[in-house]
T-cell receptor, first 113, second 109 residues
Framework: DVKVTQSSRYLVKRTGEKVFLECVQD?????MFWYRQDPGLGLRLIYF???????EKGDIPEGYSVSREKKERFSLILESASTNQTSMYLC????????????FGDGTRLSIL | DAKTTQPPSMDCAEGRAANLPCNHS???????VYWYRQIHSQGPQYIIH???NNETNEMASLIITEDRKSSTLILPHATLRDTAVYYC??????????FGQGTRLTINP
């Protein structure tokens, strides 16, 4: 089974802090994603990566950056956390095959105070 | 991504089959139908997906109509742990996923 592991289930940080969210997958997947999920807004794509050191902006990249130094690890960085970044953050991964499905981690519920 | 339409909520008795419908009339020929579920405060769990043919795995069965405009997810013997929000999504591979409002399925004892 595919395993996508997010470093924290719950995280509380303060406004202005630099926040790191880590995601690791064990299936040698080429593609990895960071989404955020908010009530009434559904799932929104922040960034994705289709290979090591490659990244593409999603629909809401402002205030975020990402890092993919190794194939199995995709990090999301909040450069200077703000209260409107309080959300559920979800990491997903998928192989390069069109017939496969994305698999998600358990999510990180991040609160910015 | 194909837009999908699902009923907002459904109830099912424990031990019975739960049949969750989804309309996806705008799905394109190369897009798959994916089903996920999400239990409160957890990440979405992949259930099953298919292109044209019906599919079955250890969790569920997926029935896709011949014209591919709709599908039904079947949980054959629902348990209380199947209570969740179920999402039907049209897409393909590494495209971003767009979750709608889903169906809130409640399994009653």
């Amino acid at each position: 089974d595919v395993k996508v592991t997010q470093s924290s289930r719950y995280l509380v940080k303060r406004t202005g802090e630099k926040v790191f969210l880590e995601c690791v997958q064990d299936m040698d997947h080429e593609n990895m994603f960071w989404y955020r999920q908010d009530p009434g807004l559904g799932l929104r794509l922040i960034y994705f990566s289709y290979d090591v050191k490659m990244k593409e902006k999603g629909d809401i990249p402002e205030g975020y950056s990402v890092s993919r130094e190794k194939k199995e690890r995709f990090s999301l960085i909040l450069e200077s956390a703000s209260t409107n970044q309080t959300s559920m953050y979800l990491c997903a991964s998928i192989s390069g095959q069109a017939y496969e499905a994305q698999h998600f981690g358990d999510g990180t519920r991040l609160s910015i105070l | 991504d194909a837009k999908t339409t699902q009923p907002p909520s459904m109830d099912c008795a424990e031990g019975r089959a739960a049949n969750l419908p989804c309309n996806h009339s705008t799905i394109s020929g190369n897009e798959y139908v994916y089903w996920y579920r999400q239990i409160h405060s957890q990440g979405p769990q992949y259930i099953i997906h298919g292109l044209k043919n019906n599919e079955t795995n250890e969790m569920a069965s997926l029935i896709i109509t011949e014209d591919r405009k709709s599908s039904t997810l079947i949980l054959p013997h629902a348990t209380l742990r199947d209570t969740a929000v179920y999402y039907c999504i049209g897409g393909r591979g590494a495209q971003k996923l767009v979750f709608g409002q889903g169906t809130r399925l409640t399994i009653n004892p």
